[in-house]
């Protein structure tokens, strides 16, 4: 039964389980979706009626998602957002954003659907022959979103007008449109986001942000201070949904704005920078540690930097508003690896940078690759070894993937080189993940490589030793508690068979 007519139901897929296996139930995020936030309070500032349907907090399987878009709202056009809690997250979630896709079109084939995200816009014309959808947006989605809308209600077939969609056309055929402009005005057009449709008693920070208080990970909230990344990395994809790199601000008056809503009134204390680059610009940067401060928030944010746009003038004014942590991508050890990946900055840089953040009070998260194009053994070697040389409060170590939208995408179709047959096998921490083979080394070798290099970081008596003095017995057992999980493979149990078979013949 319907209760109610809505012009646009945005909903944020996700599939906890299918993509962080057992790791999803205690360690991993639930972050709340930020750009379909956005979006929404874009809409509504527009005068439209507008729902969010939050398929992952709320632990819904897409079938559930689909019966609660259709008997709760039946909405003039659905909105698929697909993003993930860092930028290279959109692909994961697309087995989960097309099965629901296509549940509510079974349900109901009369609802619009328009898919927006990182992926779409990296595979517009894909998505479009592959999926559930009447349409796709190849940039960022607030406009196309509007427009489309807009013609729908007008009882039109032509969205031909309808800047940077991709659409079908009365004889099936699949029609694109020239791209439109980006949102230059964001404190206007796109105030922040609206948290007043969401439930924010559902949303917990990472397990590694509240290392001070573990046990008092919600409210969380995650928002953005600017769009975009003015860099070029290979292994990235972010400015798929941008067309170029590019970095646009919110004033830090817009910020603090939304900051105070969240802490006044959702009593929110940990906070995450989405924004790919936080520590980049310096009257952005120290405009907003400045209002915090004066504010006198007691808050627990993280955020990006780069090795090379730590200045020691931030350090002081990040700590006392609060950013207790700093995530920097490292990515590799070796720097013959790094330049290939386009980070021109020295080891020596790199341990100096850590050790002056952790100097200012600072705790840092190191984010390394493995698997990166000329990798080898040596070289990844070499990046493990780092890794523990600067025994970061926390690390990441990823296995290089060709995310749509990323240089390496291009490089890996280029090369003919095997890519995962489904959406969510992108997820680095998945049953089924593919990583890319290096010109040295397998994928499997590569998979192999990572998840040991993990292991063997978090359960180092050096690692718990200081996680110990830092944070105390309780993080110690709730990391022992992490590292028992140990992740099923199948690429690597498939290696496994194949060497056993050799041994038997």
Known sequence: MVHKKIDVVLVNPGNRKQIYQDLGDE????????FAGLFANYL?????????????AFGLDSKQAAETIVQNYNPSLMVMVVYGYQPSASTQNMTAAGEICKFVKELNPEIRILMTGTHPAALPEQTMREEHVDFVCDREGPQTILQTLQAIQAGTDDFSKVPSLWWRAADESIRSNPVGGLIENLDEEMPGIAWDLLSMDLYRAHNWHCFDHINNRSPYAAIHTSLGCPYRCSFCCINAPFGKPTYRLWHPDSVIQELDLLVTKYGVKNVKFIDEMFVLNESHVLGICDRIIERGYDLNIWAYARVDTVKDKFLEKLKRAGVNWLVLGIESGSKHVRDGA??????????????KIQNAGIYVLGNFIFGLPDDDFDSMTETFDLAVELNCEFANFYSAMAYPGSPLYSMALERGLRLPSHWHHYSQHSYETLPLPTDYISAADVLGFRDEAFHRYFTSDRYLQMIQRKFGAEVVAHIQRMTKIRLRRKLLEEQEIIGSGRKHD
Do not use: H, M, Q, S
């Open 27 to 34: 360690f991993c995020a639930i972050e709340p979706p930020a």
């Open 44 to 56: 509504k500032a527009k005068g439209y009626g507008v729902e969010i349907v939050d398929a992952p």
């Open 342 to 355: 386009l980070k021109k900055f020295g080891n020596e840089d790199i341990i100096e940078t850590v050790r």
